[in-house]
């Protein structure tokens, strides 16, 4: 059975730092790319940011490009994501999302999520 | 990036209508169209790829359709478990980008 498991999610002060994880198991995890989307409250979808199956490409949404960065370990089958110089605006549930092919498209299986509050 | 805009937001239908929910991109996008339902609580599910294609287990009442910038959700006889939100996503781009959303409701 394909799983995604996310980590790392919590309260953290505006500026602050945090590092999202994603524990994939169930298929060959580098023939894939990955996606974090994220919700805020009573919102609706936010694509994030995608990496390839291999690691060598990675895409940001213009709202994080600067301040988080996506980094896969195949050996591991885990994918991240650092969060820095965090805002109000960052809060929301983070998912992390196994693509349908090798470079970001559309997003078969989805975790269960994890949540990020930024407030002081 | 390429906005999508979804309509309507938000609808009222009753069990066994017909139900057409719409999604307009900014720009041409081919077919790298797809669509999510997602119900309160739950993460995404993935429905229909490439405008028209049916995800693995998805029943055959969800049809998508279009092309360019104008695309299609349609469920044929609406049942109790489709009351949800559904959201499109053009993958044209490496910048994905999601549609607002539409909430189909209980009238």
């Known amino acids: 059975e394909v799983q995604l498991l996310e980590s790392g999610g919590g309260l953290v002060q505006p500026g602050g730092s945090l590092r999202l994880s994603c524990a994939a198991s169930g298929f060959n995890f580098n023939n894939y790319a990955m996606n974090w989307v994220r919700q805020a409250p009573g919102k609706g979808l936010e694509w994030v940011s995608g990496i390839s199956g291999s690691g060598d490409n990675t895409y940001y949404a213009d709202s994080v490009k600067g301040r988080f960065t996506i980094s896969r370990d195949n050996s591991k089958n885990t994918l991240c994501l650092q969060l820095n110089s965090l805002r109000s605006e960052d809060s929301a549930i983070y998912y992390c999302?196994?693509?349908?092919?090798?470079?970001?498209?559309?997003?078969?299986?989805w975790g269960q999520g994890t949540t990020v509050t930024v407030s002081s | 990036d390429i906005q999508m805009t979804q309509s309507p937001s938000s609808l009222s239908a009753s069990i066994g209508d017909r139900v057409t929910i719409t999604c307009r991109a900014s720009q041409s996008i081919s077919s790298y169209l797809n669509w999510y339902q997602q119900k309160p609580g739950k993460a995404p599910k993935f429905l229909i790829f490439?405008?028209?294609s049916l995800q693995s287990g998805v029943p055959s009442r969800f049809t998508g359709s279009g092309s360019g910038t104008d695309f299609t959700l349609t469920i044929t006889s609406l049942q109790r478990e489709d009351f949800a939100t559904y959201f499109c996503?053009?993958?044209?781009?490496?910048?994905?980008?999601f549609g607002g959303g539409t909430k189909v409701e209980i009238k």
């Open positions: 490439a405008a028209s």
């Open positions: 999302a196994k693509d349908s092919t090798r470079q970001p498209y559309g997003m078969d299986v």
């Open positions: 996503q053009q993958s044209y781009s490496t910048s994905l980008t």
